[in-house]
């Protein structure tokens, strides 16, 4: 079955960075596009960085551009969110999608990223 599997989040200081990790398993990786998404307390969940199946196309929300870069390695099944310069407001859960068809459409557990000081 597939599976999602979210790691590298933690507590972090305004301006620091951190590299996320999502391990996928249970159907062919490097056949998909992939997205990350992020909900912080209170809100909705938001997509955060797309990736096309290949990795050479990729894009970021306004609200992260210049700072998150979205990465894949297709042969260790691994997508990566490299966020930097991070700011209190990117404090949330943040989750890797897979999205199929309409009806299969993947999530991970999520891992915690907090901004604070």
């Known amino acids: 079955q597939v599976q999602l599997v979210e790691s590298g989040g933690g507590l972090v200081q305004p301006g620091g960075s951190l590299r996320l990790s999502c391990e996928a398993s249970?159907?062919?990786?490097?056949?998909?596009?992939m997205r990350w998404y992020r909900q912080a307390p209170g809100k909705e969940r938001e997509m955060v960085s797309f990736?096309?199946?290949?990795?050479?196309?990729?894009s970021h929300s306004d609200s992260v551009k210049g700072r998150f870069t979205i990465s894949r390695d297709n042969a260790k099944n691994t997508l990566y969110l490299q966020m930097n310069s991070l700011k209190p407001e990117d404090t949330a859960v943040y989750y890797c999608?897979?999205?199929?068809?309409?009806?299969?459409?993947?999530w991970g557990q999520g891992t915690q990223v907090t901004v604070s000081s």
């Open positions: 999608n897979v999205r199929m068809t309409s009806s299969r459409d993947y």
């Open positions: 249970g159907y062919t990786f490097a056949s998909y596009a």
């Open positions: 990736i096309t199946a290949s990795g050479a196309g990729t």
